[in-house]
């Protein structure tokens, strides 16, 4: 594991801290295991990226902010909504520019982009021929093959963002989708087989 700079170890002191006070169910609604993937991917690439150096300018701002909102002791206390719009809106901003800039992907994305692909040539195979019903559990099959093999190829890589983000796209949704298709071209068998045999 590489060494981290002072920034990024003030970060997470702070982040930690921010879990201490709030508990889990701030831990989940911030994502700040999250926060500090990003964190972590744009300290790595501040020394050559101008636009992840300025990131880091706007992750010390919006920890500053969250950290001003623990401290109110009243549990049922939330974030002014103006600074929770802006915190969010900055954790999505540096996303996509790991995703575009960096290469880097979301736990699941491809899955998930390959299942929507996988689907819609599914529908076009079952138009095309005289088994309507059957395209589409095919085709949701290929794209969990494909997205499950780049997702992979990614985590191999060293190019998910955050491996072990409980929030977001989690493995157990992955596997839901799964299950989901497998079910779904079972019924289309059961289906065919019972009104063509
Ligand atoms: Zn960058």
């Given at each position: 594991?590489?060494t ?13 801290k ?5 508990g ?10 999250y ?7 744009v300290?790595?690439?501040?020394g050559?990226?101008s636009e ?9 701002e919006?920890?500053a902010?969250?950290s ?9 206390a ?6 929770h719009?802006v ?6 901003k ?7 800039q960096?290469?880097l ?5 491809n ?20 088994s309507i019903g059957?395209g ?8 969990t093959?494909?997205?499950t093999?780049?997702d ?6 060293g190019?998910?963002i955050?491996?072990r ?6 493995k157990n949704t992955t ?6 298709g ?10 065919l ?5």
């Amino acid at each position: 594991m590489e060494t981290h700079s002072a920034w990024y170890s003030g970060i997470n002191k702070q982040v930690n801290k921010i879990k201490d006070l709030k508990g889990e169910k701030n831990l989940r609604k911030y994502k700040l295991n999250y926060l500090l993937c990003i964190a972590e991917r744009v300290d790595s690439y501040s020394g050559f990226c101008s636009e992840c150096q300025s990131f880091q300018k706007e992750i010390t701002e919006i920890v500053a902010d969250l950290s001003e909102f623990v401290q109110i002791p009243d549990d049922s206390a939330r974030m002014p909504k103006e600074k929770h719009r802006v915190y969010f809106k900055t954790v999505n901003k540096i996303t996509s520019h790991l995703q575009k800039q960096h290469n880097l992907v979301i736990e699941g994305q491809n899955l998930g982009l390959w299942i929507s692909i996988g689907t819609a040539i599914g529908v076009a195979i079952g138009a095309s021929s005289d088994s309507i019903g059957f395209g589409i559990p095919i085709g949701i099959a290929m794209g969990t093959a494909v997205g499950t093999y780049l997702d992979n190829k990614a985590k191999k890589e060293g190019r998910v963002i955050c491996p072990r983000e409980v929030s977001g796209f989690s493995k157990n949704t992955t596997i839901a989708i799964i299950i989901l298709g497998l079910l779904i071209l079972a019924g289309a068998i059961l289906f065919l087989f019972l009104y063509r045999g």
